[in-house]
């Protein structure tokens, strides 16, 4: 497994590009959205963001009995999917709990908007 870093997603970024049905993306727009889409792209971490974005908010205690990975690998997915700006973390005594970063699901599927093709007149 990779060692790379992630950097951390700056949402500003993101929100700056259009659509990608409207035009194409410059470097540093991809760059910046980038991490979001590798970050998703992990099957535990796409069920992960699927289990915290389905509740206002979620325990860490309640996501590991889910998988059958260790507590580590877990709180690593957890960081990536934090570090990429797609969730926000608060402590809570020894537990951490999770919650979605809509703007950044908004943003993202702003992006991802295609508009549907007109019907031809009949």
């Known amino acids: 497994m990779s060692k790379q870093a992630l950097s951390v997603v700056d949402l500003n970024a993101v929100a700056c590009c259009a659509p990608i049905a409207v035009r194409p993306m410059d470097?540093?727009?991809?760059?910046?959205?980038?991490p979001m889409f590798k970050a998703l792209g992990d099957p535990v971490?796409?069920?992960?963001?699927?289990?915290?974005?389905?509740?206002?908010?979620?325990?860490?205690?309640?996501l590991t009995p889910a998988f059958d990975l260790s507590g580590p690998t877990i709180s690593h997915h957890l960081k990536v999917?934090?570090?990429?700006?797609?969730v926000d973390s608060e402590r809570r005594g020894t537990w951490v709990w999770y919650r979605v970063r809509p703007e950044a699901f908004r943003q993202l599927g702003a992006l991802l908007d295609i508009p549907t093709a007109s019907a031809p007149a009949t």
């Open 27 to 34: 470097v540093d727009q991809a760059a910046a959205v980038a």
């Open 45 to 62: 971490r796409l069920r992960l963001m699927s289990m915290i974005a389905s509740v206002p908010e979620i325990c860490v205690c309640d």
């Open 81 to 86: 999917l934090r570090d990429a700006g797609l």
